[in-house]
């Protein structure tokens, strides 16, 4: 039986992750509104109609002038004050890949009080250089607020991106992101007991093997890995052997931050 919560996926322009991310809601019993950019722009009042807003994965305007730029600029002047409406209702936005790119360049996320619509982070090309598709390790941080990460600690996501070098602007941003735990979500060695700072554990350079933050409140939480990517068990490379031996685990591990978000609006927003 479905909930009330309803989610709305922005689409278009280059986007390309619409119908996982669908999926990930619905599985959790939600109800996915999947719009054009433009369409939403000509109607803003939709966004009061939900309760959870997902910026999703693709090469929104092919990138250029960088990942997510043109798509938060967009975002920024012509959906800034419905937006804020929204955040301040209390809802729930998630930025997967080039959405994560989106949010941080308007200054969603970590929103650590620059001022609003102020950029204080970003993903920049990889270290490497080159466009990263690999399977990654994560460690969850159980003191941070994130809604998202709620009760996970290991988790296996997929990554493909060129531009997923967490940066930021200074070293006392850094520093305020790990006081205030905003860093839900790191880069891990195989076994996830330590932190990776090298290729390939940590696939692109981040700093402080940073894979995923969210604001101050927990509601806003981007990251780089594709958790609508690892839905069921077999969309993981390794199923056949992890049936074998008896692993093979009931649901991908990227349903559980799509559940954690449909629960948190259902106890909360509906």
């Given at each position: 039986?479905?909930?009330?919560?309803?989610?709305?996926?922005?689409?278009?322009?280059?986007?390309?992750?619409?119908?996982?991310?669908?999926?990930?809601?619905?599985?959790?019993?939600?109800?996915?509104?999947?719009?054009?950019?433009?369409?939403?722009?000509?109607?803003?009042?939709?966004?009061?109609?939900?309760?959870?807003?997902?910026?999703?994965?693709?090469?929104?305007?092919?990138?250029?002038?960088?990942?997510?730029?043109?798509?938060?600029?967009?975002?920024?002047?012509?959906?800034?004050?419905?937006?804020?409406?929204?955040?301040?209702d209390?809802?729930?936005?998630?930025?997967?890949?080039?959405?994560?790119?989106?949010?941080?360049r308007?200054?969603?996320?970590?929103?650590?009080?620059?001022?609003?619509?102020?950029?204080?982070?970003?993903?920049?090309?990889?270290?490497?250089?080159?466009?990263?598709?690999?399977?990654?390790?994560?460690?969850?941080?159980?003191?941070?607020?994130?809604?998202?990460?709620?009760?996970?600690?290991?988790?296996?996501?997929?990554?493909?991106?060129?531009?997923?070098?967490?940066?930021?602007?200074?070293?006392?941003?850094?520093?305020?992101?790990?006081?205030?735990?905003?860093?839900?979500?790191?880069?891990?060695?195989?076994?996830?007991?330590?932190?990776?700072?090298?290729?390939?554990?940590?696939?692109?350079?981040?700093?402080?093997a940073?894979?995923?933050?969210?604001?101050?409140?927990?509601?806003?939480?981007?990251?780089?890995?594709?958790?609508?990517?690892?839905?069921?068990?077999?969309?993981?490379?390794?199923w056949?052997?992890?049936?074998?031996?008896?692993?093979?685990?009931?649901?991908?591990?990227?349903?559980?931050?799509?559940?954690?978000?449909?629960?948190f609006?259902?106890?909360?927003?509906?």
């Amino acid at each position: 039986m479905s909930s009330k919560v309803k989610v709305i996926i922005i689409t278009g322009y280059g986007l390309n992750c619409e119908n996982e991310t669908s999926i990930g809601f619905e599985i959790c019993g939600a109800t996915t509104t999947k719009i054009h950019f433009k369409d939403l722009v000509a109607d803003s009042g939709k966004l009061r109609e939900h309760h959870i807003l997902a910026f999703v994965g693709g090469f929104s305007f092919g990138d250029h002038l960088g990942a997510g730029t043109v798509l938060a600029n967009r975002t920024k002047y012509r959906l800034g004050a419905p937006l804020t409406e929204f955040i301040n209702d209390g809802k729930l936005i998630i930025g997967i890949c080039n959405g994560f790119q989106t949010i941080t360049r308007m200054g969603l996320v970590p929103a650590l009080g620059a001022g609003d619509f102020e950029s204080e982070v970003a993903l920049t090309t990889n270290s490497q250089g080159t466009f990263r598709d690999a399977w990654v390790n994560l460690k969850c941080d159980p003191a941070s607020p994130c809604v998202f990460t709620k009760g996970i600690d290991k988790i296996s996501l997929p990554i493909r991106h060129g531009e997923g070098k967490f940066v930021a602007k200074n070293t006392a941003t850094i520093e305020k992101l790990e006081e205030k735990k905003l860093v839900a979500l790191r880069y891990a060695s195989a076994d996830t007991t330590k932190i990776a700072t090298e290729f390939p554990d940590n696939p692109n350079g981040s700093e402080n093997a940073i894979a995923g933050i969210c604001n101050s409140s927990g509601r806003i939480f981007g990251l780089m890995p594709h958790p609508e990517a690892y839905l069921s068990p077999y969309n993981h490379p390794h199923w056949g052997r992890q049936k074998i031996d008896g692993t093979l685990p009931p649901d991908g591990s990227g349903k559980q931050i799509f559940d954690n978000a449909v629960n948190f609006a259902k106890d909360n927003l509906v």
